[in-house]
């Protein structure tokens, strides 16, 4: 598998949605000589974490800019950015 790299990490400090899911921040994600800005990190109720693609530019919908099909690499991204994260938010 590709090396993945946290290349920026902003937190965020969000209310919970109604689902009790909330956003905790975004990361830019580079890997396979893909960069991944705008990344976002949500931690699900039961404490949980999803790395979720950028949005596509102008769309306020749920498309994507990419997706992620490899849940190998999904993991692998999840695990980073939320160490990322970790590490920023001490």
Not at 16 to 31: C, I, K
Not at 57 to 85: E, M, W
Request: charged share 20%.
């Amino acid at each position: 598998m590709n090396k993945i790299k946290i290349v920026g990490v902003t937190t965020a400090y969000a209310e919970a949605w109604e689902d009790g899911s909330r956003l905790v921040g975004h990361v830019d994600v580079l890997t396979g000589g893909i960069l991944m800005q705008g990344c976002i990190v949500i931690e699900r109720p039961n404490g949980s974490h999803i790395c979720i693609p950028p949005r596509v530019p102008g769309n306020r919908g749920q498309n994507r800019a990419l997706k992620f099909v490899s849940r190998d690499l999904k993991d692998a991204i999840t695990s980073a950015a939320v160490a990322a994260l970790e590490r920023l938010d001490g």
